[in-house]
């Protein structure tokens, strides 16, 4: 269901090599949550550094929405970054795994596209 990569990386450097990967790959980020500082605001304690990624490819977004609307309550794919053990991990759900929910197999294809590119995405960012 996940697909999780590690890193010696600091979240910070990571956070960097992601955008520099997403880009490189034909992907865009829409948006970078990041959690540990949207909850202080909002009163809330939390001490683990955790940000979200929300990337985009528009074509195959494009080819997944003119066959189910519904999946875009799935939308945009994110890949989270955090810090776990001593180490940082990026880690994301899988696309394939969100599509098969939605009864949709002629579009396994494209889930399977968008999965193989995300996956190599993280490894070009957890490399050194």
């Excluded at 992907?27 to 550094?49: C, P, W």
């Excluded at 990026?90 to 294809?109: E, G, I, R, S």
């Amino acid at each position: 269901m996940l697909i999780k990569s590690s890193t010696d990386k600091t979240v910070s450097q990571t956070a960097a090599a992601l955008q520099t990967a997403v880009q490189a790959n034909h992907f865009g980020v829409m948006q970078v949550h990041n959690l540990k500082e949207t909850m202080t605001k909002k009163g809330v304690e939390f001490a683990h550094e955790c940000l979200v990624f929300e990337v985009c490819q528009p074509q195959q977004a494009k080819k997944v929405l003119e066959e189910n609307m519904s999946v875009s309550t799935a939308l945009p794919c994110r890949i989270s970054i955090y810090e776990e053990g001593g180490k940082t991990i990026l880690a994301t759900l899988k696309p394939t795994t969100l599509l098969a929910m939605f009864d949709t197999p002629q579009l396994k294809d494209v889930a399977q596209e968008v999965e193989d590119t995300i996956a190599k995405i993280m490894q070009e960012a957890a490399a050194d």
